[in-house]
């Protein structure tokens, strides 16, 4: 019973351009949102969040909207650049129960 | 300079057996945590500590036990090895627990489990 799910594995992008990663979640009870950025042989590292009375929150080149009819959050990545190539998760939290759900996560590349 | 560092990177090991992991954070943090990457790429939480205690128990089976000998250290023991356990593990530490959940947390660089 997947929560929170990240639908396409991969993602490949010319830098400059711009990345959108997608997730999709089914429990309305969720109220905070966490994406999560995965070098090869490092562990996640936190990079963006939004809670779910708002729908956008954004910091830098990392933007992040959330439609909560539709449950659906996506992270945007504007430029992309080769260093952001990794795997990035999408979490969510739901107060309260101290429960936090991640993805399958999604690999992101992008080429020079 | 490793901010949390687990040990160790690799271990392979019979089914049945007992193991452990060690995990040590430099940052004075107060909080602890350990994940779980199963072979589907989901990231699980599954303990944490803070202040020697346990806060945070997702429903993990018996056999995984932490130890927190003191703050800056949460160890996870594992007993009677299944090959289900085969996975890759995460160390985590951050100042305060997720009541704050902005709250930045640092990761170890995983423990790779391979339960044959």
């Known amino acids: 019973d997947q929560q929170v799910k990240q639908n396409s594995p991969s993602l490949s992008v010319q830098e400059g351009r711009i990345s959108i990663l997608n997730c999709d979640y089914t429990?309305?009870?969720?109220?905070?949102f966490l994406w999560y950025k995965k070098y090869p042989a490092e562990g996640p590292t936190f990079l963006i969040s939004?809670?779910?009375?708002?729908d956008k929150n954004e910091d830098g080149r990392f933007t992040v909207f959330l439609n909560k009819s539709a449950k659906h959050l996506s992270l945007h990545i504007v430029p992309s650049q080769p260093g952001d190539s990794a795997v990035y998760f999408c979490?969510?939290?739901?107060?309260?129960?101290?429960?936090?759900?991640f993805g399958k996560g999604m690999k992101l590349t992008v080429n020079p | 300079d490793t901010a949390v560092s687990q040990t160790p990177k690799y271990l392979v090991t019979q089914m049945g057996n007992d193991k452990s992991i060690k995990c040590e954070q430099n940052?004075?943090?107060?909080?602890m945590y350990w994940y779980k990457q199963d072979s589907k790429k989901f990231l699980k939480i599954m303990f944490s500590?803070?202040?020697?205690?346990?806060?945070i128990n997702e429903t993990v089976p018996n056999r995984f036990s932490p130890k927190s000998p003191d703050k800056a250290h949460l160890n996870l023991h594992i007993n009677s090895l299944e090959l289900g356990d085969s996975a890759v593990y995460f160390c985590?530490?951050?100042?305060?627990?997720?009541?704050?959940?902005?709250?930045?947390?640092?990761f170890g660089p995983g423990t790779r489990l391979l339960v044959l």
């Open positions: 940052l004075g943090h107060d909080t």
């Open positions: 985590a530490s951050s100042q305060d627990l997720w009541e704050n959940i902005e709250e930045t947390q640092y």
């Open positions: 979490a969510a939290y739901q107060g309260g129960s101290e429960k936090l759900v």
């Open positions: 939004i809670s779910s009375i708002k």
């Open positions: 500590y803070n202040n020697k205690e346990l806060i």
């Open positions: 429990n309305s009870m969720f109220d905070y």
